[in-house]
């Protein structure tokens, strides 16, 4: 993202939000699959020629590589994993004979993909909204460090002061203004 993003107003940022979310769609559009994740899967779809067997397809799963493809024709899809994956829960099967559906299981369950191979193009996952359904299945206590988290996340990776370093700062700028005969000049905070 480039630097001058925290410069821009509301307005400029959600017209280059969109402007972004719409080049990501097409980039995402042109790959050979779609796919679709929740922090401890992914999902893809290939789309291969109607009446496609299992026994016509060569689908190879590794820890940190997948590919995909007819036999004895190019691959469909292949490459370097973006992350790790648990071979052992992972699988595929034929859907109607006219796509091959890929469940992977993440090793890192925390962790939001930014593609699923490291060649193709990468989505912005600060931008990922999390399923509300299991958002809001949570407890209230649970959803509020779920959120804050997310957004602790997000300002790190944006190099932004987390929730409890607001927290501190508006404190001590309250003690300031309430003291305004002391000198903060020199202070640490910690």
């Not at 280059?16 to 994740?37: M, S, V």
């Not at 020629?49 to 397809?57: F, N």
């Amino acid at each position: 993202m480039p630097d001058d993003y925290d410069k821009l107003t509301k307005e400029e940022r959600e017209v280059r939000d969109k402007a972004d979310r719409q080049r990501e769609a097409a980039e995402q559009a042109g790959l050979p699959y779609t796919w679709k994740q929740e922090l401890g899967e992914v999902d893809i779809v290939v789309p291969v020629p109607k009446g496609t067997r299992g026994r016509d397809l060569s689908v190879v799963i590794q820890k940190k590589k997948l590919s995909v493809g007819l036999k004895g024709k190019d691959k469909i899809m292949e490459g370097e994993l973006c992350k790790d994956i648990k071979v052992e829960e992972s699988t595929w099967m034929v859907e109607d004979q006219e796509a091959v559906y890929i469940h992977l299981e993440k090793v890192n369950k925390q962790q939001w993909w930014e593609n699923v191979l490291t060649h193709h193009p990468k989505i912005d996952t600060t931008k990922i909204q999390p399923e509300n359904s299991q958002l809001s299945d949570l407890d209230g206590e649970t959803r509020g460090m779920v959120e804050k988290m997310m957004f602790d996340n997000q300002q790190k990776q944006m190099g932004k002061p987390t929730s409890d370093e607001i927290k501190k700062m508006e404190t001590l700028k309250k003690f300031q203004e309430a003291h305004p005969e002391l000198d903060f000049s020199n202070a640490k905070i910690s």
